[in-house]
């Protein structure tokens, strides 16, 4: 039968700090030994193996091994789950993931899982991603459908409670690689290959945390990096820059004096929409000559009753002459339309506050701007120090003060404002989706090769 398979086997299956899914292809090469050609000398040792696997990683590793080996074989395509607890919002967060998904459907089986109803159709306004024939699963958490709530709020579970996303973990086991897009460390992955999505490590490890059970940490950015090393004390494994593509601005077209803002409309009120609204208030009102047919658009998704959008909408009516704009939830198009005339960006996700959490982690939306040559203003802070260079591609500011006397540099200098909005495109240009797109195809082929 092969003196010392079984053996060898047995030694690989006995611990060690390597991943199963390292061991598991290691144990495949053993089992395309010249030694087991005969059909009954193979399932004898399959048998043993399947055995051994079971008692030291249980049945999902048996299940885990064997999607393996059919893999490996070239026997099928192999099948991928991304969740998202909010895959049925629009987000920067969840275009990152459905654009993992894009880039991978023709080499993966690929399920879309989702805890409320979303459609394809709405990825493909809110993205401009087809991904007609990937599946969409809608696994309902029953903790939140008995509270009726439209957000999928893990902070809501305290210690003692039972562990609602365990649902979720079960659910991964029906995969090959599951990806854990929403950095909800409340679910343990259970798929032979297992990745999570990190845009900000949000909670220290407590009840519930499985972060580190996962092969392989994605982040988005240096700043998110730096934090998991904090927060999380281990070394996260891939870089990878949001994609971004919002690209309409021709060069030679003509800009308006708008200035934009573009980020979800949260009750948290964490991207600053009030304080924007207020600067441009005082702004219009200290410099009225300056400033004369100048508006401010915000753009924003958000759902259901929010108390911060009613506050909003009781700062705007203070705006003389209906100069802010609020576009609440609008069209791909839509907002394509409003890069494209827009002069200025503003972005201060981050000011005042004390919780790394809540500075921007990266911001798609700057550089969406900046790709439609719109010079930026940003907070000084988080991801948006790796996006926007200082007095080159646009200004960072750390106080409404600032914010306001930098504005009206830009409203002043048109040359500069044009100046600025190149050197945005050129920055923008190493985080355009195709760039995206292709680090996301060869890291998979390094962690399934041959995909």
């Known amino acids: 039968m092969g003196t010392g398979i079984i053996e060898n086997i047995a030694s690989l ?80 967060a969840q275009k990152y993931g459905l654009t993992i998904v894009n880039a991978l459907k023709d080499k993966f089986d690929i399920t879309i899982i989702a805890n409320r109803d979303v459609s394809h159709k709405d990825f493909l306004n809110w993205y401009n991603l087809d991904l007609t024939g990937v599946e969409i699963k809608i696994v309902r958490i029953p903790y939140f459908e008995k509270r009726k709530t439209s957000h999928i709020d893990p902070s809501r579970i305290m210690k003692g409670t039972p562990n609602p996303f365990h649902i979720i973990s079960r659910e991964s086991g029906n995969y090959d690689v599951f990806i854990n897009n929403s950095m909800l460390e409340m679910v343990f992955p259970l798929s032979l290959i297992s990745i999570m999505v990190c845009h900000f490590p949000e909670r220290r490890p407590q009840s519930y945390f499985y972060s580190d ?94 108390s911060y959008v009613q506050e909003l909408k009781e700062i705007i009516k203070e705006a003389e002459d209906n100069t802010i704009e609020l576009n609440i939830n609008i069209s791909d198009s839509a ?53 926007v260079d200082h007095g080159n591609s646009g200004y960072r500011v750390s106080s409404l003060n600032g914010f306001i006397m930098y504005t009206i540099k830009l409203i002043k200098d048109k040359e500069l404002r044009n100046r600025f909005g190149d050197n945005a495109y050129n920055k923008s240009l190493q985080f355009k989706r195709e760039r995206f797109e292709k680090e996301v195809k060869q890291f998979f082929e390094k962690i399934i090769p041959g995909n």
């Open 13 to 92: 299956t006995s611990g060690g700090n390597d991943p199963f899914y390292l061991y598991s292809g290691k144990i495949i090469e053993i089992l395309k030994s010249p030694d087991l050609e005969s059909a009954g000398k193979f399932r004898s040792v399959l048998k043993k193996t399947l055995s051994l696997i079971t008692t030291r990683y249980g049945i999902q590793g048996a299940i885990n091994f064997l999607r393996h080996y059919e893999i490996s074989t070239g026997k099928r395509k192999p099948s991928l789950a991304i969740y998202d607890h909010a895959f049925h919002f629009i987000g920067g």
């Open 213 to 306: 059970e996962y092969s392989y940490t994605v982040f988005n950015s240096k700043y998110a990096g730096s934090w998991i090393r904090k927060r999380w004390k281990y070394v996260p494994h891939k870089h990878l820059y949001p994609p971004v593509d919002m690209e309409i601005f021709k060069p030679g077209e003509k800009k308006e004096k708008i200035i934009l803002s573009v980020a979800r409309l949260e009750e948290g009120g964490t991207k600053k929409q009030k304080e924007m609204a207020t600067a441009f208030i005082i702004l219009k009102k200290k410099f009225p000559d300056i400033s004369k047919g100048w508006k401010l658009i915000i753009a924003g998704g958000s759902t259901g009753e929010n």
């Open 335 to 387: 907002l394509k339309d409003l890069y494209k005339k827009a002069s200025i960006f503003w972005h201060l996700c981050g000011l005042g506050q004390n919780d790394p959490a809540k500075v921007e982690h990266f911001g798609m939306t700057i550089g969406e701007a900046m790709q439609n040559r719109i010079a930026p203003i940003v907070f000084d802070g988080g991801g948006q120090k790796e996006i």
